[in-house]
């Protein structure tokens, strides 16, 4: 479960991020964080993973108080976590395959599994076949699902996707969408942000909208 309790973030310099926040998502739900730009939803979803740290209140995700984890221990939260923002680092000197290896390898896998692993989450984004290429020559659309597969190739219990279908035509934008949906329906949560949740107010999922950094109804 994630739990934010009276969650207030300044930034250095003082700028109130967020105003305030108390909200509950349960494991397994889909939930949709609608806003303006400058809203705050970045903010809140690395409030969650653990890039930035409340300046009050309490963020607690799977039963950690996640702003007073030592930096020593945010790793092990992450390997529950699945990440994917906006400045996407992919890595452009190496395959598709080796960039979704890496944070395999980063947590010690084999590279027999971990190769099992990677082309598994890459057939589930419908880029296996771009397997050695390298990412450079993927379409936007593309390298959007390279990173998808990339943040669930370690099978996190969370996935935290920052504007996913942001720059996308509007029928890959709906494909996207229908991935993340098939990871909820295996029991994944997934907090998905946007700032246009008009395009996606057929899909049944709970939306929390931010507006200068405070949750309205
Ligand atoms: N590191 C930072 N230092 C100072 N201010 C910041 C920092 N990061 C974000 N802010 C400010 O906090 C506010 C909320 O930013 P945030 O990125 O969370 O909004 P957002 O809703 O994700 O916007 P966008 O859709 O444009 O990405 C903005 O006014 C932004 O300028």
Do not use: W
């Amino acid at each position: 479960m994630i739990q934010f309790s009276q969650v207030v973030k300044r930034y250095p310099g003082g700028y109130e991020a967020l105003k305030n926040i108390s909200f509950e998502i349960d494991n397994g739900e889909m939930v949709l964080l609608s806003g303006h730009s400058g809203a705050g939803k970045s903010t809140l979803l690395k409030l969650i993973a653990g890039i930035e740290r409340p300046t009050s209140g309490n963020v607690i995700v799977n039963g950690q108080h996640v702003g007073q984890l030592k930096e020593a221990a945010l790793p092990y939260l992450r390997r529950n976590i699945g990440l994917i923002f906006q400045d996407h680092k992919l890595l452009f000197d190496r395959s598709v395959l080796d960039n979704v290896l890496l944070p395999l390898a980063i947590i010690g896998f084999k590279q027999q599994d971990a190769i099992k692993r990677a082309s598994a989450a890459l057939e589930r984004v419908g880029l296996l076949d771009r397997a050695a290429v390298n990412p450079i020559h993927l379409s936007g659309g593309e390298q959007q699902r390279l990173c998808i597969a990339r943040a669930i190739v370690h099978r996190p219990s969370i996935v935290l996707a920052d504007e996913p279908t942001g720059n996308l035509d509007h029928a890959y934008a709906e494909d996207i969408m229908d991935l993340f949906e098939s990871f909820n329906q295996v029991g994944v949560t997934i907090v998905l942000s946007t700032h246009d949740e008009g395009f996606l107010k057929h899909r049944p999922h709970r939306i929390l909208r931010l507006k200068n950094g405070g949750l309205s109804q």
